[in-house]
């Protein structure tokens, strides 16, 4: 039977910067070797909802994912002059890789999280604009796998690529497709911020699915499948394509080690965000 995500309790500060940014959007969270919880996110300067001048991410970091004051804040990584959006880490053989965007996709690795070198990534079979930005990364059995938001015949899809060096990507196919029947069909793409996780032998995809109007800002979609690769087709009109619906932004969803899942929501200043200004985090329980 499928399992449901719901958020049961109270949004709580997990995140907000003050020196290195007037916000947070889209994040990643990582738990380094020394066990610390880490957080990078989109900001800028100012207040305002510039994307092009979205240049860095904020770094943050704390031992619990819960406690009275959030993460502390570190400084600023990735600073290179251009656009940087939505990053993804994982830590590999003691290596931490970050994927972001947008378009072209970008890759940087490090031993210590501070300090990040840019490195050449190649995207092989990949049809245009199929990988445009919020890449998000996880190890399936014997290979890597990455969701990225692309557009794909004026519509916006969710592809996903494999690799077993995670420096070249091959295009496997798009793991969700909406139609133009859809309720959203932006030009930029409504399928933003694809998160998978996997529970028992299904994997759960979810997507804030949103063309940035208010009244669709934390419209999180929650998918499910049992092939990683395939979470069909989203037309808005059939109850059955999604498990649920949560209110949050750019989510991640993570498990402690008291095995409690976790929920986070972010966004620009402005548009009703859960935690204004920095990233919030509620528990979640999956129930049948």
């Not at 738990?31 to 300067?45: S, V």
């Not at 770094?59 to 804040?73: Q, V, W, Y």
């Not at 590999?92 to 490195?119: I, Q, V």
């Not at 092989?124 to 290979?143: F, G, T």
Request: proline fraction near 6%; charge should be negative; aromatic fraction near 12%.
């Amino acid at each position: 039977m499928p399992l449901i995500p719901r958020i049961v309790g109270d949004w709580q500060l997990l995140y907000k910067p003050e020196r290195t940014g007037c916000y947070v959007n889209d994040h990643c969270i990582v738990r380094a070797t020394d066990g610390m919880w880490h957080l990078f996110g989109i900001t800028r300067d100012g207040p305002e909802i510039m994307p092009d001048y979205e240049r860095y991410f904020t770094h943050g970091s704390g031992k619990s994912l819960i406690s009275e004051n959030g993460f502390d804040e570190l400084g600023i990584v990735c600073n290179n002059g251009w656009r940087a959006w939505a990053p993804a880490v994982v830590r590999h053989n003691d290596r931490y890789h970050m994927f972001y965007g947008p378009a072209p996709m970008r890759y940087a690795t490090a031993d210590e999280l501070t300090h990040w070198m840019e490195n050449p990534v190649h995207l092989i079979d990949a049809p245009l604009d199929s990988c445009h930005r919020d890449q998000m990364v996880i190890q399936h059995e014997d290979r890597w796998l990455m969701y990225a938001t692309g557009i794909a015949d004026r519509c916006g899809v969710i592809s996903v690529f494999e690799s077993n060096d995670l420096q070249h990507w091959r295009f496997i196919r798009y793991a969700l497709r909406t139609t133009r029947e859809a309720p959203r069909n932006p030009p930029w793409g409504a399928t933003e911020s694809p998160f998978v996780v996997a529970i028992d032998s299904a994997f759960y995809l979810f997507i804030t699915y949103t063309d940035c109007a208010p009244n669709g800002y934390h419209d999180t979609l929650v998918f499910r499948s049992e092939d990683p690769t395939d979470f069909g087709t989203y037309t808005g009109n059939n109850a059955t394509e999604t498990v649920t619906q949560l209110h949050a932004h750019a989510p991640e969803v993570i498990q402690d080690d008291d095995g409690q899942w976790y929920i986070t929501s972010c966004g620009w200043r402005g548009c009703g965000t859960v935690i204004e200004g920095g990233v919030g985090i509620a528990p979640i329980l999956w129930e049948e």
